[in-house]
């Protein structure tokens, strides 16, 4: 803080109207065009930075070089078979967006989850919330110049990956969650696999942290770097753990919990300053906490059906088909047409790992959503980029734009 | 979520306040949704934003094709001490797609509203900075609108870097 100051003093000596009169071009505002194929951007994000020197004066996202127009093409899909378009949107919680989107889809067909369901739910997600958190660790150490975290997060990562591949057949956008529950049940050896996984991570996270925590150079980069109130985050409309790095304890699994969330014992890591330092401890706290959720749920895991029995909505097991005629003709219309989805809308939100995903749902009556929006998080909290760098440094700069996380898939959708 | 009755009693007191911002109410399914005069939409999202409804979550446009008028933007707003969700929906007509901007209320509606006239073209009124923010600057049409047809928009690869069908 007291170098930016120094700056700061120096600058002031420095005014307008003397460069008016003529006091040469080195002080002049430089703009600048960061992007859009930069590799500390996560994807393909365009800033237009001015410059005063070393010192920010202002940014302004250019977005859209990733849009795909999902939510378009989501339109022409069947409900079932937009599953695997929405999960691509927010390329990092494929599993979040297809909660959002089948939560939505399941308000609107008032479609009961089986308990076992939400809880095969609720394990997924939390793996790939520690699945995420490992990229944004290994990635934001990367930009912050320290080599070493990447190799140890994506060694966390594709623990997780093989465990997704064990449940569902697909390392990412695995398509596992359904309209009613999830595509298929564990399989054998995935109970050992995942309790191998949870008994080695907290030792990780803890080695993680001391590569952060001992070293010097990163906590005099994070401390009172990119700092932003509680308020500008609320009014910007961001959330996740740049909100609650403010201090917020807003959470939507505690909040308004979904998919028997009220049913486990975990806490919300909350920062009070609101800068890079409490951006990385809120999300490093929640790892913990993640892992705790997937403790109790793999503990507590009930027996039953995977998913809903409403035969107007959900496949038939393989089985039937080659007993049941009325099975045969159910797996048809379902293939073919798709379930029919009762006029109305509905606004579900999930917490993902970068804040409020929610998904918005028109039905029209037929086999077809009629509009199907994604408010992505990472759409909201990139206008918070501008507040965070103002007046900061050029180097702080990319340090923020890593440490507010944002997956360019979800922003562009 | 506000229950059926107490999205009638917020009814019933923005009827009280001004008769006529009101041109409906439902509760549909756990989801809870205002419909208003288009003309009247930051009187009463500040209402409703002084009532304890202080975070604006998403904008986002409707296309209701055939039904008149068509277009329609949804503010889904958020009270977080009572952890109510209620959606506030206008309904503008894509002869006069025009409404006020929340950005004076919200600053965060910017990069939504931006992206609701991108895709359907609502012009709202008083925006600091309205551009398309996803398609290309140079676009035209207004894709997420129900009469916009997919994957007609030809390519540009080198093979057909002359023109398209007839004019190759």
């Given at each position: ?21 003529g ?13 859009p194929?930069?590799p ?28 795909t ?13 937009a ?16 909660m ?26 939390e793996?790939?919330?520690?699945m995420?958190h ?20 994506f ?6 990956l ?11 956008h695995?398509?596992y969650?359904?309209?009613g ?28 942290a ?8 990163v ?12 308020q ?7 959330t ?81 088909l080659?007993?049941?005629m ?17 006029e ?23 086999a ?27 180097a ?18 | ?5 107490g999205l ?8 009280a ?16 949704e ?11 999202l ?17 296309d ?69 923010i ?6 035209e ?14 390519v ?13």
């Amino acid at each position: 803080m007291s170098t930016v100051s120094d700056y700061r003093r120096h600058e002031e000596s420095v005014t307008y109207s003397s460069e008016l009169s003529g006091s040469g071009e080195s002080h002049e505002l430089l703009t600048i065009n960061f992007g859009p194929v930069h590799p500390s951007t996560h994807g393909v994000l365009r800033l237009y930075a001015t410059l005063e020197g070393e010192i920010v004066r202002d940014i302004q996202p250019v977005i859209g070089y990733l849009h795909t127009g999902i939510e378009k093409t989501a339109e022409d899909k069947s409900y079932w078979k937009a599953i695997p378009v929405v999960e691509r949107m927010d390329y990092l919680s494929y599993y979040f967006n297809a909660m959002a989107y089948c939560g939505a889809v399941e308000q609107l067909l008032e479609l009961e989850v089986p308990k076992r369901a939400q809880y095969l739910r609720v394990i997924h997600l939390e793996l790939d919330r520690l699945m995420s958190h490992m990229i944004w660790i290994g990635t934001f150490a990367l930009d912050l110049g320290a080599i070493s975290p990447i190799f140890y997060c994506f060694r966390q990562r594709e623990l997780l990956l093989d465990l997704f591949e064990m449940s569902s057949g697909q390392r990412m956008h695995t398509r596992y969650f359904q309209v009613g529950g999830v595509a298929e049940d564990i399989p054998q050896g995935f109970r050992q696999k995942l309790q191998q996984y949870l008994d080695q991570a907290p030792a990780v996270f803890d080695m993680l942290a001391d590569l952060f925590e001992n070293n010097e150079i990163v906590l005099q980069r994070l401390r009172n770097v990119g700092a932003i109130s509680q308020q500008t985050a609320l009014d910007l409309g961001v959330t996740g753990p740049l909100l609650r790095a403010t201090g917020n304890p807003w959470d939507l699994r505690k909040a308004a919990p979904y998919s028997s969330y009220d049913d486990f014992d975990f806490k919300i890591p909350v920062g009070t300053v609101g800068d890079n330092y409490d951006r990385f401890r809120v999300r490093h706290a929640e790892l913990y906490e993640s892992v705790k959720i997937i403790q109790q749920a793999l503990d507590g895991l009930p027996d039953g059906p995977y998913i809903a029995d409403d035969r107007k909505v959900v496949l038939p097991p393989r089985h039937e088909l080659a007993t049941s005629m009325e099975a045969l003709i159910h797996h048809f219309k379902l293939v073919t047409e798709g379930f029919r989805v009762p006029e109305g809308e509905s606004y579900y939100p999930v917490e993902s790992p970068r804040g409020e995903l929610g998904c918005f749902v028109r039905a029209d009556g037929s086999a077809k959503p009629a509009r199907v929006h994604m408010r992505d998080p990472s759409f909201h909290n990139l206008q918070a980029l501008a507040p965070m760098v103002r007046d900061g440094y050029l180097a702080d700069f990319i340090a923020t734009l890593a440490a507010l996380d944002p997956i360019i898939g979800g922003v562009d959708r | 979520m506000p229950d059926a009755a107490g999205l009638d009693l917020i009814a019933e007191q923005l009827t009280a306040v001004d008769d006529a911002c009101l041109t409906g109410h439902g509760f549909d399914r756990g989801h809870a949704e205002l419909q208003i005069d288009p003309a009247k939409n930051i009187q009463v999202l500040q209402w409703l934003q002084q009532r304890g409804f202080t975070f604006l979550a998403s904008v986002h446009g409707v296309d209701y094709y055939p039904h008149e008028p068509r277009l329609g933007v949804v503010y889904e707003l958020l009270d977080m001490q009572t952890v109510d969700r209620v959606s506030v929906k206008a309904r503008v007509s894509t002869a006069a797609p025009e409404i006020d901007s929340a950005v004076p209320i919200w600053p965060g509606a910017n990069a939504d509203e931006r992206e609701v006239y991108d895709m359907f073209g609502v012009i709202f009124v008083g925006h600091p900075d309205l551009r398309r923010i996803l398609m290309p600057e140079d676009y035209e049409g207004f894709p997420q609108r129900r009469d916009f047809p997919i994957g007609g928009e030809p390519v540009l690869f080198t093979h057909n870097e002359h023109g398209y069908g007839e004019d190759r």
